[in-house]
């Protein structure tokens, strides 16, 4: 009857020593969970720049602005003491950015090239715990290039390198018109072709157009299997004198697998439904 007391008694010590074990286990995790909730807002994850260039010149060129609202960032040990943002256009990190999270909450960068730039967020906490997060972002470029009264046209050229380490584009699209614009004592018709070369110089489309006197044609070409360089698409008279005007407007694009915007309407939409469930 002791011996059996005994056992039993043994078995209730290696049950209470297990739980205090697994107890003991889930304190220490909860010690090593991060207190940072990086509950970070943004509208937008991708955009487009525009370039436009007017015989030889660039006219003008657009960024594209990203921002990340930090507001709702909160730590467990105590208050916020920065906030950083890492855009991913660079290599040794010279564009980040970082603010004192006691005088601002939103950080802002604009983007001039284009890539699938990898961004990482980043807060630290009064007790200098750190947490972080990244996100993809997919900026394109556009180029709206033109050239006037000319018989020589000159070549357009298409950088397609990213400015990033990332995937190549998807594609080039290419919108293109070519006016023979009327002279004053009449014009003849002229016999044009359009080029699109790779970096290598290999022609990879072309298009042929007769263009009347006063008249105008186009040519829209999606082009795939993008190999980083310079391309060109350039312009042959074939027949004709006249002078003509070029209008190109070139988009790189690149595959939409940009993170999903996280904007904060849609934490008060999220709110609104659980409420409407219950």
């Not at 983007?111 to 807060?123: K, N, R």
């Amino acid at each position: 009857m002791r011996a059996v007391h005994a056992k039993a008694l043994t078995v209730l010590v290696v049950l209470l020593c297990g739980s205090l074990a697994g107890c003991l286990s889930g304190e220490e995790s909860d010690r090593e969970k991060n207190p940072i909730t990086m509950n970070v807002h943004y509208d937008e994850t991708s955009g487009t720049i525009i370039e436009r260039i007017q015989n030889g010149a660039t006219i003008s060129q657009t960024g594209v602005e990203l921002s990340f609202d930090f507001a709702r960032v909160a730590s467990n040990a105590g208050n916020m003491k920065t906030f950083t943002l890492d855009p991913g256009d660079d290599e040794d990190g010279s564009n980040t950015v970082s603010v004192n999270a006691n005088e601002q909450a939103e950080l802002s960068y604009t983007y001039h090239t284009h890539g699938l730039f990898t961004v990482v967020l980043s807060a630290v906490d009064e007790s200098e715990n750190e947490a972080s997060m990244s996100l993809t972002i997919r900026i394109d470029k556009e180029v709206d290039w033109t050239q006037t009264n000319t018989d020589e046209p000159d070549s357009m050229v298409i950088s397609t390198t990213p400015d990033c380490a990332c995937p190549s584009p998807e594609r080039i699209v290419i919108d293109s018109t070519i006016t023979n614009p009327s002279g004053v004592f009449g014009g003849t018709p002229v016999t044009a072709t359009w080029h699109l070369v790779n970096p290598d110089g290999e022609e990879q489309a072309f298009h042929t157009e007769q263009i009347g006197d006063g008249q105008e044609a186009s040519w829209n070409h999606d082009q795939f299997n993008i190999d980083e360089g310079d391309w060109a698409l350039n312009v042959t008279v074939d027949s004709g004198n006249d002078s003509l005007n070029l209008h190109h407007i070139v988009v790189i694009t690149y595959e939409t697998n940009e993170s999903e915007p996280n904007p904060l309407a849609s934490e008060a939409t999220e709110r609104e439904e659980d409420s409407l469930s219950h």
